[in-house]
C-alpha cells in the first residue's frame, strides 16, 4: 500500500512563502507525475501544479504562475511545491496526489495532469491559511 505524506502547511501572512512537500512510503511504485490540488472552504478542488517526469515538465494554473514553483524527485517520488507572495486566496487544503505508471494511464492531447482523474494516489491533504 502506498501512502503520500504531505508537509509544511501553516498560517502565514499575505506576501510570506510557504514550502510544501510530499514522500511517498510503502511499497515501490514509480510515477509518471505528482502535483498539488487545493480545496477552499465551499469551493470545488482545483489543480495547483503538477510535474512530469518524461521531460522534466511543469504545468501550473493560472492564479499561481510566477508565484509557486513545484520541483521534485522522480527516484525519490517526492515533490514540492514553493509558494512565495502567497495571497488570502491561496488558503485552502492542499492535497499532494500521483500517478502510478501501474495504472497505465496516458495523457493524450492538452492540459495533461491537470485533472484530477489523472492522479490515482492522493495525500491526506495539509492546510495552508494566509491571512490578510
Known amino acids: 500500500q502506498v501512502q503520500l505524506a504531505e508537509s509544511g502547511g501553516g498560517l502565514v501572512q499575505a506576501g510570506d512563502s510557504l514550502r510544501l512537500s510530499c514522500t511517498a512510503s510503502?511499497?515501490?511504485?514509480?510515477?509518471?507525475?505528482m502535483g498539488w490540488f487545493r480545496q477552499a472552504p465551499g469551493k470545488e478542488r482545483e489543480f495547483v501544479a503538477a510535474?512530469?517526469?518524461?521531460?522534466?515538465?511543469?504545468t501550473y494554473t493560472s492564479s499561481v504562475k510566477g508565484r509557486f514553483t513545484i520541483s521534485g524527485d522522480n527516484a525519490q517520488n517526492t515533490v514540492h511545491l514553493q509558494m512565495d507572495s502567497l495571497k488570502p486566496e491561496d488558503t485552502a487544503f492542499y492535497y499532494c496526489?500521483?500517478?502510478?505508471?501501474?495504472?497505465?494511464?496516458?495523457?493524450?492531447?492538452?492540459?495533461?495532469?491537470?485533472?484530477?482523474?489523472?492522479?490515482?494516489?492522493w495525500g491526506q491533504g495539509t492546510q495552508v491559511t494566509v491571512s490578510s
Open positions: 496526489v500521483a500517478d502510478s505508471t501501474d495504472r497505465g494511464y496516458t495523457c493524450l492531447g492538452y492540459g495533461c495532469y491537470t485533472r484530477s482523474y489523472e492522479f490515482d494516489y
Open positions: 510535474f512530469i517526469w518524461s521531460g522534466g515538465r511543469p
Open positions: 510503502g511499497q515501490t511504485f514509480s510515477t509518471n507525475a
